[in-house]
């Protein structure tokens, strides 16, 4: 029967840590702060903000929301973009996503300086997590290393599979397995037969949003899988892309859905945020 790796626990854990920088940082004049923009009223998007709001109040952060009605024009919203960006009290910005349909995704998050993108999406900062030497690590990838490293889960050498190829989870995790020695192949939905990959995969991180997308017979015994998916099964609760409990008796660790992967992508953005102000305060 598989660990069951507690993203919780290992959150908590990075988050004591973080707060006691946050206590170093404050001692020397320092306040971190990070700016949140939520513009519109999705639900899932005001729930994420209120978290992120919440681990920053935990672990001392200074948090100033900015929230926007829905039909924002791009050029309020890269206004109000460029004062954060002048604002040297503010450390960090993060833009919550998705932007409703009318507002421009890439120019908005090409509009964050790149020393305040606590969220690594600006091209300077993928180009650096690329080349292997960011300060800004992308959270949700950067959290799951967080974890592969609590375990004591061993990378180098390993066959890692990564289910997806976005720019958000898939893209930079393969990155980042690979800065750490793996050797790592990507599938995405054109990928024929994904199976043969998987089942040679010593870690396995699945991110396509689909429930029951890995089966067990799609797992080599002992590994590990990491599933970053949260989707919402037939009765509403969610649930990642493993077939969990099948899964289970077959691998050797597994993250569940929810308490895996999610607590450790806000653990990440604090850490990048007080990241930044560290950084900013030796300019
Ligand atoms: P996304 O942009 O929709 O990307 C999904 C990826 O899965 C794409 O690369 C897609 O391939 C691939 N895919 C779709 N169907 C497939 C199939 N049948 N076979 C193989 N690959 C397939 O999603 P995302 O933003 O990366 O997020 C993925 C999941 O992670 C979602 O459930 C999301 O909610 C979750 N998530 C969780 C966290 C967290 O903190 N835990 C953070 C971010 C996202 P193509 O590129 O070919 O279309």
């Known amino acids: 029967m598989a660990k069951r ?28 702060t990070l700016a949140v923009i939520l513009v519109g009223e999705d639900p899932a998007s005001q729930v994420y903000v209120r978290n992120k709001q919440r681990a920053c109040e935990q672990v001392g952060i200074r948090s100033v929301s900015h929230i926007l009605p829905a039909d924002t024009t791009q050029q309020t919203l890269l206004a109000l973009i460029d004062t954060l960006n002048r604002d040297k009290s503010v450390n960090g910005i993060l833009c919550q996503l998705p ?32 080349i292997g030497n960011a300060d800004l690590l992308p959270c949700t990838p950067a959290g799951v290393m967080e974890m592969l490293r609590y375990e004591n889960i061993p990378v180098a050498g390993k066959h890692c599979v990564v289910l997806g190829r976005s720019n958000i989870v898939g893209k ?43 089966t067990a017979d799609m797992v080599k015994p002992g590994a590990v899988v990491i599933d970053v998916s949260i989707n919402r ?16 008796e077959v691998a050797s660790c597994i993250t569940p859905v929810p308490g895996g992967v999610g607590p450790m992508t806000i653990a990440m953005l604090m850490k990048n945020t007080v990241s930044a102000a560290r950084a900013q305060s030796k300019k």
Do not use: W
């Open 99 to 130: 932007l409703p349909k009318h507002l421009d995704e890439e120019q908005v998050l090409l509009a964050i300086s790149p020393e305040k993108d606590v969220d690594a999406f600006h091209p300077v900062n993928v180009g650096r997590i690329t």
């Open 5 to 32: 790796i507690d993203g919780k626990k290992i959150s908590a854990a990075m988050l004591e840590t973080v707060a006691a920088e946050v206590t170093e940082l404050k001692k020397e004049g320092i306040e971190p």
């Open 233 to 248: 099964n037939a009765e509403g609760k969610l649930c990642g892309d493993a077939d969990f409990d099948a899964v289970s």
């Open 172 to 214: 930079p995790m393969a990155l980042l397995l690979l800065a750490a020695n793996g050797t790592v192949t990507v599938c995405h939905s054109k990928t024929e037969n994904i199976a043969a990959y998987t089942r040679t995969a010593d870690i396995l991180v699945t991110a396509v949003g689909k429930q029951n997308f890995v």
